[in-house]
């Protein structure tokens, strides 16, 4: 093991006095932006102040303020919160000129959790594996990151409900400054994030003041629409003002508005609105994001970039974990559900297509099983897909990958599930929730290769992988799991019903 010792890297705001460890540089809790307090909560990040002399980057910074959630098969050690919480880390295998690809990291967490700073992140494998620089970070979360404020205000709080995204763009905008001091090369900068991260990159795929800061992106397990649209999130902007008991357009209030209280806000719009976990997601405001992101990238609006985007195969048996009533959901539950996404006509037609794809696999085919197959493909599977068509159409090209590796954790019932393939991306999977052994070893091998050769050269095939067509050839779809393998149309019976039925809108759950 290599012994600590510091290390200094001077940035455009001053020096950082970081460590190297473990076989990487690593440098933490570095500020990207001036904390968003005081007169600047809501408001555009802003440049963060220079320094004199060496900053010490040996400790994480404060995570974005947060309701701490557990889920299974996730403990993760409390973290010190505070609105002054737009910190970044580095971590690289060498300070020098080789100009390694750059990965930046997009956590998830419903835009209302997570942070950079996530046990499941430090000490990832990544950057040894694939000789690549990687850098996670904080962004604002829940209200304090997405909550349009400038119609209620007339114009003194002009937050657009996308501040959270900024505090990313201002992040890309710093590591294009100052990554090549830490080995990086500026000119080659691929996001990678998972759930509501994947969602962000979508996002940022739509943003003009994205444009020219990263070159390709891998987006994990995004969720339906990816955004709001203005109006419905004007219309959470007043659910808003009514949990929090502030008058509509009280600037001094806001701004002086106890942290708890705002949380606790945070709580009640998403039990009024039913929007569960997720009550701040991003919105096409018309300015910060003119268009919704999949409306943008299918109409060619969007960043023309090479894109990996993909699925787990029972994303929802994540969700259902939570709420384990229904593993015993009925049939009459199932039709009820499939009402939300069709038409009542194709109910029945929608339910018998899954069931017989199913069995033709040798897949189980009750109430539960259908249930939670229908949502991981309403909300993930068709969402990833829509993007990989997107960008073979528009862009360099669009790959898509489904992962298939099923949790040990609660006697097999998450399957594969939301999350799970983070462990394996990082090298930092577990016997509880990921699996340990040979198998996992080697599938957790072959996808940092496929995303550090994605990193390096824009194609993900690999040597671990072999050849990895665009999804445009024959719907080619790279497989992960035990075995991992390369297939044509797959799982194709249940993307066709979905081109022959008549599709209901439904909410986003990131």
């Known amino acids: 093991m290599s012994a600590r010792r510091e290390v200094i890297v001077r940035t455009a705001s001053g020096e950082l006095e970081g460590v190297f460890e473990k076989g990487l540089y690593a440098f933490k809790g570095v500020p990207y932006a001036a904390p968003p307090v005081g007169d600047l909560r809501w408001m555009p990040p802003q440049p963060a102040a220079g320094w004199r002399g060496a900053k010490p980057a040996r400790e994480y910074g404060p995570i974005a303020p947060q309701t701490v959630f557990q889920a299974p098969g996730f403990v993760e050690e409390p973290e010190p919160q505070s609105e002054d919480c737009l910190f970044l880390n580095v971590y690289s295998p060498g300070l020098d000129g080789a100009r390694r690809p750059v990965m930046v990291w997009i956590h998830g967490g419903a835009f209302c959790m997570g942070s950079g700073s996530m046990q499941a992140y430090r000490e990832s494998t990544l950057p040894r594996s694939g000789d690549v620089v990687l850098v996670t970070f904080n962004y604002r979360l829940g209200f304090l990151g997405f909550l349009n404020l400038e119609e209620a205000t007339g114009g003194r709080i002009p937050s657009t409900g996308n501040e959270g995204l900024l505090d990313q763009v201002a992040a890309l905008r710093w590591v294009r400054e100052n990554i090549a001091g830490f080995g990086g090369d500026p000119g080659n900068v691929t996001v990678f994030g998972e759930s509501a991260g994947g969602m962000s990159i979508g996002c940022l795929l739509a943003m003009p003041e994205a444009r020219g800061l990263f070159h390709r992106a891998i987006i994990e397990s995004a969720v339906g629409e990816m955004a709001r649209t203005r109006d419905a999130s004007l219309g959470i902007t007043e659910e808003f003002f009514r949990a929090a008991a502030v008058g509509d357009g009280d600037v001094a209030a806001l701004r002086r508005l106890p942290l708890e209280q705002l949380l606790r806000a945070q709580r009640l719009v998403a039990a009024r609105t039913g929007q569960g976990a997720a009550p701040a997601i991003p919105a096409a405001d018309g300015a910060v994001m003119p268009r919704m992101p999949l409306d943008a990238l299918e109409s060619g609006l969007g960043m023309r970039i090479p894109t990996l985007v993909g699925s787990n195969c029972e994303e929802d048996r994540f969700f259902s974990m939570m709420n384990p009533r229904l593993f015993q959901i009925g049939e009459r539950e199932l039709r009820d559900t499939a009402a939300r996404y069709v038409a009542a006509e194709d109910v029945e037609h929608l339910l018998e297509a899954y069931r017989t794809a199913r069995a033709a696999r040798g897949e189980p085919t009750g109430p539960f099983e259908i249930f939670t197959a229908l949502n991981t493909d309403v909300l993930f599977r068709t969402t990833a897909l829509r993007i990989a068509g997107a960008q073979c159409r528009h862009a360099p090209g669009g790959w898509n990958y489904l992962f298939g590796w099923k949790s040990p954790a609660a006697q097999g019932l998450l399957g594969a599930c ?82 022959s039925v008549k599709t209901l809108k439904y909410s986003n759950m990131p």
């Open 418 to 499: 939301h999350a799970l393939e983070v462990g394996f991306v990082f090298g930092r999977y577990d016997d509880s929730f990921c699996g340990t052994g040979p198998e996992a070893d080697g599938l957790s091998r072959a996808m940092q290769d496929a995303w550090t050769s994605f990193a390096r050269t824009g194609d993900p095939g690999c040597p671990s992988l072999g050849p990895w067509p665009r999804y445009s050839e024959n719907r080619a779809t790279m497989i992960f799991d035990r075995a991992s393998r390369l297939e044509q149309a797959a799982y194709d019976p249940e993307r066709r019903i979905w081109d």
